[in-house]
């Protein structure tokens, strides 16, 4: 079992709807990063999470570290969300960064 | 600022070629520096960790290897490409402990071929 695991896997959405983006993990952490990563390969850092809730435009990020689970949400999500999101934990034990599989989103006009 | 600097973007190389990606980090010092590995379908797997200069973790065992000649440095290299080697490689750099942040390079696509 990995020890960061996102839900779903894939997923379509029509444009304008509400998505939401999930990751739990099994480790203690000291930190939890959502990342988006473009066909291209390249990953720019959305959030970083140690508690609470955190927002920055149409991007909501949420973090429960007793259920040691995070949400990530889009609303009103355009064809230009389309990409790949990941979910990165830093092991509070270990100091290194520990990856989910990612979840691929696509929008629709 | 702080940044991290990765290249090739994009690589193309025989089977049995040697390889080298290096990695660079400005605006910090002692980072903690990873290379990681993402297959086709797959996640990103860690490949290799440092903590400072000469100091590298293997977390899988494979056909490449790690060096860290200078403390901003880390470079991911191997001696024989396998076809198996095709990928995306990612480095990626943290500094301190507990909840700071962590910065990624633009990442490497290999194709052994």
């Known amino acids: 079992k990995n020890e960061v695991e996102q839900s779903p896997q894939n997923l379509t959405a029509q444009e304008g709807e509400f998505i939401t983006i999930n990751c739990s993990y099994s480790?203690?952490?000291?930190?939890l990063h959502w990342l988006q990563q473009h066909p291209g390969g390249g990953i720019v850092s959305l959030f970083m999470l140690s508690s609470g809730k955190k927002k920055h435009g149409r991007l909501i990020a949420t973090i429960n570290i007793q259920e040691k689970h995070s949400s990530l949400h889009i609303t009103a999500s355009h064809p230009r969300d389309s990409a790949v999101y990941i979910c990165?934990?830093?092991?509070?034990?270990?100091?290194?960064?520990?990856f989910g599989t990612g979840t691929r989103l696509q929008v629709f006009p | 600022s702080q940044t991290i600097h990765q290249w090739p973007a994009t690589l193309v190389q025989p089977v049995g070629s040697p390889l080298s990606l290096e990695c660079t980090v400005e605006?910090?010092?002692?980072?903690?520096l990873y290379w990681y590995r993402q297959a086709a379908g797959r996640g990103l797997q860690l490949l290799f960790y440092s903590v400072g200069i000469g100091q590298i973790s293997s977390e899988v065992p494979q056909n490449l290897s790690a060096s860290r000649p200078q403390d901003r440095q880390f470079i991911l290299s191997s001696k024989k490409l396998l076809l198996s080697d095709s990928g995306f490689y990612l480095c990626?750099?943290?500094?301190?402990?507990?909840?700071?942040?962590?910065?990624f390079g633009q990442g490497t696509r290999l194709t052994v071929v």
């Open positions: 990626a750099w943290t500094t301190g402990a507990g909840n700071t942040e962590a910065f």
């Open positions: 605006g910090t010092s002692n980072p903690n």
């Open positions: 480790v203690g952490i000291s930190a």
């Open positions: 990165a934990v830093r092991s509070y034990n270990t100091d290194k960064l520990i």
